[in-house]
């Protein structure tokens, strides 16, 4: 596609399920961002991807969270047992590799009621 | 851990001024420093950016100053237009790691007609 593609682009739940964010990067991109932006703040660092292994996942805030990329290509974040506190826009970024620009997606808003 | 300070929180501008978005950094090994635009509900798209070894980088109406040794850079819209009202992030990274991006906290830019 043209740019990265994030959905769903809102997402409502209630506590304690679980939920499932996708990102489809730019074609061709090898590197692979999650981040998470909270209202009124910058985006967090989540995890990268370098291919289909996760290259860092320090970001990620417990083991709740979790994401995978299969094929090199697609992403998922999966949150399990969401809580309140995970309410949030969910941003992924594409990047051609190492050093070169991220380019975002829209984002996914989370919603936790 | 907040390594990027981003000042000032909020800014109104006429048109045709000239806003200016201050960034403090902690870490020295950064070695990348970009800015971004965020329109709502879009995804942070990158402006421009800047490496160390220059002390400014123009490109349109948009000019980074850089200064290493204050650990400081900051963001300049020449002949601003009410279309630059967005919130600005700054960020940095540093190469041969992830180069997951630290982001400042936004400034809401408004430039009134």
């Known amino acids: 596609g043209a740019g990265v593609s994030q959905t769903p682009s809102n997402k409502v739940t209630e506590k304690g399920k679980y939920v499932e964010l996708r990102c489809d990067p730019i074609?061709?991109?090898?590197?692979l961002y999650w981040y998470r932006q909270s209202l009124g703040q910058g985006p967090e660092f989540l995890i990268y991807?370098?291919?289909?292994?996760?290259?860092?996942d320090s970001g990620l805030p417990n083991d709740r969270f979790f994401a995978v990329r299969p094929e090199g290509s697609v992403s998922t974040l999966k949150i399990q047992r969401t809580e309140r506190g995970d309410s949030a826009v969910y941003l992924c970024a594409s990047s051609s590799g190492q050093g070169n620009i991220q380019y975002f997606g829209a984002g996914t808003r989370l919603s936790v009621l | 851990q907040q390594q990027v300070k981003q000042s000032p929180q909020s800014l109104i501008v006429q048109k045709g001024g000239i806003p200016i978005i201050n960034c403090a950094y902690e870490n020295t090994a950064f070695d990348y420093f970009p800015w971004y635009q965020q329109f709502p509900g879009k995804g942070p798209a990158l402006l421009i950016a800047i490496r160390p070894d220059v002390s400014e980088k123009k490109e349109g109406r948009f000019t980074i100053s850089f200064n290493k040794s204050a650990k400081q850079f900051s963001l300049h819209i020449m002949d601003s237009q009410p279309g630059d009202s967005a919130t600005y992030f700054c960020a940095a990274s540093y190469t041969g790691a992830t180069n997951k991006l630290i982001f400042g906290t936004g400034t809401l830019l408004a430039v009134q007609p």
């Open positions: 074609s061709g991109h090898t590197a």
């Open positions: 991807f370098q291919g289909t292994g996760a290259a860092d």
